[in-house]
C-alpha cells in the first residue's frame, strides 16, 4: 500500500482505543526487535516504541504529514507485513 493512501484510509484500517479516543496501528520494530505504534488522534499523528527492552518516553508527536510519510516508508515491510494480515484474515472471515 503506498504511504499516502494509508495516511488516507488509517480510520478504517487502524484499531480504535475508546479509552483515549484514538485509532491505532501496530507493527514490528525491525531496528530495536519490538515494535511501534502509528497513532491517530483527530488530525494529529503520533508515534511510540516499545519493546523487552526499552520503551520510549511518551509518544512522539509528528506534526508534520511528510514526517508521517518519512516514517512509513522507513518502515514500509513490516507495515506491509501486518497490512497483509488484515487483509487474509478479512478473506477467510
Known amino acids: 500500500m503506498d504511504a499516502m493512501q494509508l495516511l488516507e484510509d488509517f480510520t478504517n484500517i487502524a484499531s480504535y482505543d475508546f479509552e483515549n479516543e484514538k485509532h491505532y496501528f501496530v507493527f514490528k520494530d525491525k531496528e530495536r526487535g519490538g515494535q511501534y ?20 518516553d511518551g509518544e512522539t508527536m509528528m506534526d508534520e504529514v511528510d514526517s508521517v510519510l518519512d516514517f512509513i516508508w522507513k518502515h514500509r515491510s513490516k507495515i506491509n507485513q501486518v497490512l497483509k494480515e488484515i487483509q487474509d484474515s ?3 472471515a
Do not use: A, F, P, Q
Open 90 to 92: 478479512r478473506v477467510t
Open 37 to 56: 505504534t502509528l497513532m491517530k488522534k483527530d488530525e494529529r499523528w503520533s508515534i511510540h516504541g516499545k519493546g523487552e527492552n526499552y520503551c520510549d
